[in-house]
């Protein structure tokens, strides 16, 4: 039972933004079978990739990510702005936006 409550706090932050995002607009799209969950702020927008993927299927996934940002919010993503909390990461991404 004590491992229950932080595992449903973790499986809860799973579909979060990050805290700069709070108030955010939230949208999702799925992209070649891939999920992706949006949140759009101002100039700004944080993609989520849900579920798992093989380290193999990762290699579209930044340029999909990209795709959902732009698709979900309607606005153009500023080329070379992704930036990722770990390099490399596939599972979240953060663009800059010109609306």
Known sequence: MRYLIPLLLFLAACESPH???MG???????????RF??????DQA?????GYLTRAQRGPVPALMERA?????????????MRTRIPGD???ATFDLDC
Do not use: W
């Open 19 to 21: 805290y700069s995002m």
């Open 24 to 34: 955010a607009t939230k949208g999702e799209v799925t992209l070649d079978g891939i």
């Open 37 to 42: 969950v949006v949140f759009h702020k101002d």
């Open 46 to 50: 944080e993609v989520l990739r849900m």
């Open 69 to 81: 940002a732009a698709q979900v919010t309607g606005c153009r993503v500023i080329p070379n702005s």
């Open 90 to 92: 596939t599972g979240e």
